[in-house]
């Protein structure tokens, strides 16, 4: 198996991103809270993962976090066919994250990554 990247997304709805900036942390979306933990995704499984459970959602955003600054409070697990996909066991503080956004697609459809600065 090739190496975990050090960063992964957690997609937001509009008053989700709205209490992360304002409360400087996030205790999870309410599937986040009934399984115990935060869920994330890679940027391979972003796109799959909006069509699953945000499909006709909109004003929804996107925070890339680094998960090396939360250390073990990420587990790799998996879940959908088998692929390993990171979770928070723990609240994810805005300090953890190191650029966020409105979920936009390119010209290709593609989701757009947040990037800081």
Known sequence: MSELPDV?????????????EHEGSFTGAPVDLADGFI???TAAQLDETVAKHFA????????AVDLPVL???VKWEPSRGGQL?????????LDAVLAYGPLERDHDGRIRLPVAG
């Open 39 to 41: 869920h994330l995704s």
């Open 85 to 93: 996909f990171p979770h928070i066991y723990a609240t994810l503080p």
């Open 8 to 20: 992964a997304y957690k997609v937001l709805t509009a008053a989700e991103m709205a209490a992360l």
């Open 56 to 63: 006709g959602q909109t004003d929804l955003h996107v925070a």
């Open 71 to 73: 250390g073990d409070a």
